[in-house]
């Protein structure tokens, strides 16, 4: 288990931006694929957002994709999820997760590790 803190949430207008950060309190964090994932009131988890341990491999969800950007600092042990073009069906409790794999194991199996979720919610 890897513990995570996200942060950055909060309320927005539709078209408006936000900037989710994760940080993960562990030496090798660059042994892990990190990723974010969203659920809504009503609604399973979904995955929306993976990096690779070097960054050079990324996957998001369609219901995202060129809407958002997901990086990652290894020197800071932080993962970031930058959101564009807010739209109220992107209102969620939004979490970090961390895997030791690859991004494609992330979005399938699921993470071995959670944060506890920060809340996004868009107007409209």
């Known amino acids: 288990q890897v513990p995570l803190v996200e942060s950055g949430g909060g309320l927005v207008q539709a078209g408006g931006s936000l900037r989710l950060s994760c940080t993960a309190s562990?030496?090798?964090?660059?042994?892990?694929?990190m990723g974010w994932f969203r659920q809504a009131p009503g609604k399973e988890r979904e995955f929306v957002a993976g990096?690779?341990?070097?960054?050079?491999?990324?996957n998001s969800a369609d219901a995202v994709k060129g809407r958002s950007t997901i990086s990652r600092d290894n020197a800071k042990n932080t993962v970031y999820l930058q959101m564009n073009s807010l739209k109220p069906e992107d209102t969620a409790v939004y979490y970090c997760a961390a895997v030791l794999g690859t991004v494609t194991a992330l979005r399938t199996r699921g993470p071995d590790s959670w944060g506890q979720g920060t809340q996004v919610t868009v107007s409209s």
């Open positions: 562990v030496r090798t964090f660059g042994n892990y694929v």
């Open positions: 990096i690779s341990w070097g960054g050079g491999t990324t």
